[in-house]
């Protein structure tokens, strides 16, 4: 599986952004989609999951209630709708795939297989 990840950009506090992920592949369906993201000088963290059937979801507790995962399998896509954006969001984002079970919430960077190179978002006081 290749992922395509882009959307980032600049965007003043309070704005949105949408990234989209797209993956290569027929079997997108049946992967676990997950973005992560890495601010500088710190690890990259998890950001949120959704599985491939589209029932489970998980996310940091720092974005929740802001940030909405969504998935088109139609278009091998997965989607990152970033709301109320703070400057703490502020951070490379990547996409990330695993072929994993419908239920468990894949939170763990060494969970999944497949990365994408990233996009920056950058998010001005």
């Known amino acids: 599986v290749q992922l395509q990840a882009c959307g980032g950009g600049l965007v003043q506090a309070g704005g949105c952004l949408r990234l989209?992920?797209?993956?290569?592949?027929?079997?997108?369906?049946?992967?676990?989609m997950g973005w992560f993201r890495q601010a500088p000088g710190k690890e990259r963290e998890f950001v949120t999951t959704i599985n491939w059937n589209m029932r489970t979801t998980s996310y940091a507790d720092s974005v929740k209630g802001r940030f909405t995962i969504s998935r088109d399998n139609a278009k091998n896509t997965v989607y990152l709708q970033m709301n109320s954006l703070k400057p703490e969001d502020t951070a490379v984002y990547y996409c990330?795939?695993?072929?994993?079970?419908?239920?468990?919430?894949?939170?763990?960077?060494?969970?999944?297989?497949?990365w994408g190179q990233g996009t920056q978002v950058t998010v001005s006081s």
């Open positions: 989209s992920c797209a993956a290569s592949g027929r079997t997108f369906s049946t992967y676990v």
């Open positions: 990330a795939a695993v072929s994993g079970s419908a239920s468990y919430r894949y939170t763990k960077e060494w969970e999944y297989d497949y």
